[in-house]
């Protein structure tokens, strides 16, 4: 079963929410760049926390069938980045996401926060 992009972000968005992930945003980037469809990104307070979300993040995924093509960032736990493509995840401490500013080097994309 092939997920569509969009449902992979709000999927990778929910699993991060089950795990406390916070300021959990799916920026559109689909009409903006050819990088892929959409970039989801979440907040964890720290390198154990951070781990934590990826982890579900990928299993959820994985019990759909979606695997990764690519991740960086697992062993320091500051940022961590799961490729999934069409979409890409941002794991990020909250320091380490206020200083690579992804919201506002992509400020022209449309964003969904989830709750």
């Excluded at 795990?19 to 964890?44: A, E, M, P, Q, R």
């Excluded at 069938?65 to 500051?78: A, L, N, Q, Y």
């Excluded at 940022?79 to 979409?87: C, F, H």
Aim: proline share 2%.
């Amino acid at each position: 079963m092939e997920l569509k992009s969009l449902t992979i972000a709000r999927t990778a968005g929910k699993l991060a929410l089950s795990k406390k992930g916070f300021d959990v945003k799916i920026l559109k980037l689909k009409s903006l760049s050819s990088i892929c469809d959409y970039f989801v990104i979440v907040s964890g307070d720290v390198d154990v926390h951070v781990n934590a979300i990826s982890d579900a993040i990928e299993e959820g995924l994985l019990k759909k069938g979606v695997k990764p093509w690519h991740r960086e960032g697992v062993r320091g736990g500051t940022w961590i980045l799961l490729d999934y493509v069409d979409v890409v995840v941002h794991i990020f401490q909250k320091s380490v996401r206020e200083f690579y500013a992804l919201e506002k080097l992509w400020g022209d994309a449309p964003v969904e926060e989830l709750n």
